[in-house]
């Protein structure tokens, strides 16, 4: 790329606000910064700084250049920065929180233990952007539009069902009325849609209370304030340890776990990690009654 030198001089000065501070950051003089800013002028036939007092501002186009370079090295140190972490086994996914923390984690050492790889987890739900942000992959459920047009690979169907304490169903499970409804504000219709589907569903259920995040309606349940409606993935370590019973079962709620990757092939460490989570995720299909 022509002039490459003078537009990262230019992305220095114009976050420094300062030809002086920008050339002491890069370890040049103030009359390079000068130059090159000069070259890049006339390259571009447009002024991209005036003076005011000490300082020097950006005029109207340069803060559109601004812009512009910001992301573009941006983009050049994500990049730098996978390939430095291609020798190191290092891979970056993305995955939804409550999934992240009550099944994935618990896991993954498992996962390091059979192929040395570091595995670095960000927590997130809905549309995603790969590449270009560093992630590799991304674990969502399908509820959200994929605007970027993603390779996906089927995880798990997901299975739905609701879910107590053992001694908060014995409180309630000759009078399925006083069972208190646990809702996530990041899935306000989850029971709606399990009701309609039961014929027992206008006599289930009549206090109501909520929580900002789906994590917290299962630690309410593991802690005898109500019936929270489980994800099987996201109750099934709970379940198994007796903190948690589902005297109602499973049903396939429609939706599904999914992988998101970019339209590539994956390569070896990718394609391991896959593979893994499919295997562990077969795990997680119940029988209707658990």
Known sequence: MRHLKAFHVFHVAASSASYTQAAQKLNITHGAVSKQIKVLEDYLSRPLFYRQGRNVLLTQEGELLKAYTAQAFQALDVG???????NNQCLEVSCEPTLTMRWLMPRLADFHGETDADVRLSTAGGPVTLGMTGLSLAIRRDDFEDIHNYNKTLLVDEWVGPVFSPEYWQLVKDDWSQIKL??????????????TSEIQGDQFGSGHQSFAHFYFCFQAAVDGLGAALGSYPLVVDDLKRGNLVAPFG????????????ENRELDELEAEFVAWLKHNLKACVPNRQS
């Open 80 to 86: 730098v920065t996978k390939v430095q972490q291609l």
């Open 182 to 195: 646990l809702h996530s504000d990041t899935r306000p219709h989850a029971w709606d849609h399990w009701l």
């Open 250 to 261: 499973f049903k396939l709620s429609g939706h599904k776990y999914i992988l998101l990757s």
